[in-house]
């Protein structure tokens, strides 16, 4: 018999239908003989909308009551799919986060999970039940009820997967898995059948919003297999894990675009030891975090550095810019929020190369200009003007013969 976790997102239990959906497809699992955890969000939007209640009384709540009043919505959740597996004559019970003992540090919002006491969810399950775990939450060892941050159902369900050695979790959304690119971007993007915890994190972080990037972290650390599956549906979905030696024959799996970032520029910073230092340590002392650096010498006695940064974080990152630019004596100081950052993924670019060639060139055949490059062992991103990146994202997947299926 094989413990399999499967993990149920809010808007697959929107509404009363959706919950017995989901309800039958979890009998389905438990009757094929095996034991089944599931781990639900709230509701729909029922966190959005806890949150805008609580905007409407104050700008600056407790954070200790921000948690008491989020993890609320999964509460509902667990009861009512409880109810309607019960409808199915099927044995199912539910708990909060707390109840089964995940035991989380005490940052209130965004806690890290330390400990998960599996004894109560083996004892339920071996009396015959479908457990159903509150997703997102915890307690600190004090007793204080703690959320996991935004998303953070994914990371109970990989951490259940991981503390019950489940043979793998199943995160089920509204989608049918993970795409080689935003199918809304790229209408002929394909699905991916399976997929490494590396390739995955490079996508997140890229802007492809297809799972909670810590999760991730946790599934790559203890190595739990991840399938990305459609709930509406049977189909097999993407299936995340560890790198195999066949991944490495496809050189490009995914390409992805984020438009969530500006380039600032420093003009004529003087070029001697410790000028980048100075500048990248105010910004990391202030909490910015910086995504690509450029800064190339030139025949003078200065040089230009440009960098990007989140665009969220532009209206905190530029006091303290402007600061160390006065400071350093910069002559001109430009920030550009118009820029899109187009990436390349893959593991198969440790094994072959010409990669960052073909890029540059699908972007020169649609005269798409380049601002920034930047490259780790798996990715390549550019960064081009904003307007273009559904151009470029287009182009890059073409040229990669992502679309068709056939990869090269
Ligand atoms: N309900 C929480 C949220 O909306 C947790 C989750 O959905 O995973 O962020
Ligand atoms: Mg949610």
């Given at each position: 018999m094989s413990l399999i976790v499967q993990k149920f997102g809010g808007s697959?239990?929107?509404?009363?239908?959706?919950?017995?959906?989901?309800a039958r497809r979890v009998v389905k699992t438990r009757q094929a003989g095996n034991q089944v955890v599931v781990v639900v969000s709230a509701l729909g939007d029922t966190?959005?909308?806890?949150?805008?209640?609580?905007?409407?009384?104050?700008?600056?709540?407790?954070?200790?009551?921000m948690d008491m009043l989020l993890s609320t919505g999964e509460q509902v959740s667990v009861a009512l799919l409880a109810l309607a597996i019960h409808?199915?004559?099927?044995k199912a019970i539910s708990f909060t986060g707390p109840q089964v003992g995940i035991i989380t540090d005490k940052f209130h919002t965004k806690a890290r999970i330390l400990n998960v006491n599996t004894v109560r969810i083996r004892k339920a399950l071996k009396e015959g039940n479908v457990v159903i775990v509150a997703g997102f939450q915890g307690k600190t060892?004090?007793?204080?009820?703690?959320?996991l941050g935004r998303g953070g159902s994914d990371l109970t369900a990989v951490a259940l997967a991981k503390a019950l050695k489940a043979k793998f979790c199943e995160i089920y959304t509204d989608v049918d898995g993970i795409f080689t690119a935003d199918p809304r971007l790229v209408p002929d993007a394909q699905k991916i059948q399976q997929i490494s915890y590396d390739?995955?994190?490079?996508?997140?972080?890229?802007?492809?919003?297809?799972?909670?990037?810590?999760?991730?972290e946790v599934g790559k650390k203890f190595n739990v297999p991840i399938y990305v599956r459609n709930s509406s549906h049977e189909g097999e979905g993407t299936l995340i894990t560890k790198e195999t030696k066949k991944m490495e024959d496809v050189v490009v799996s995914g390409v992805a675009l984020a438009e969530d970032e500006a380039k600032i520029t420093m003009f004529s910073v003087p070029d001697k030891p410790g000028v980048a230092a100075e500048i990248f340590a105010k910004l990391a002392k202030a909490n910015i975090?910086?995504?690509?650096?450029?800064q190339n010498k030139t025949q003078t006695h200065s040089t230009d550095i440009s960098f990007t940064v989140f665009k969220n974080e532009l209206s905190k990152a530029m006091p303290v810019v402007r600061q160390t630019a006065k400071?350093?004596?910069?002559a001109q100081l430009t920030c550009d929020e118009k820029v899109a950052k187009v990436s390349?993924?893959?593991v198969g670019m440790r094994s072959h190369s010409g990669i960052a060639a073909r890029m540059f060139a699908a972007l020169a055949r649609k005269k798409i200009n380049i601002q920034m490059i930047s490259t780790s062992e798996i990715k390549i991103s550019c960064v081009i003007e904003a307007g273009r990146g559904k151009d470029a994202l287009k182009e890059i997947h073409k040229e990669f013969g992502l679309g068709s299926g056939k990869k090269v």
């Open positions: 697959s239990v929107a509404n009363v239908e959706r919950i017995q959906r989901v966190t959005d909308d806890l949150i805008t209640l609580a905007e409407q009384i104050t700008k600056k709540p407790s954070e200790r009551e409808e199915l004559n099927v060892e004090g007793e204080e009820i703690t959320t390739e995955i994190l490079e996508l997140a972080s890229l802007g492809a919003k297809v799972m909670h990037s810590r999760s991730i975090n910086v995504d690509m650096i450029i400071e350093l004596k910069v390349v993924v893959g």
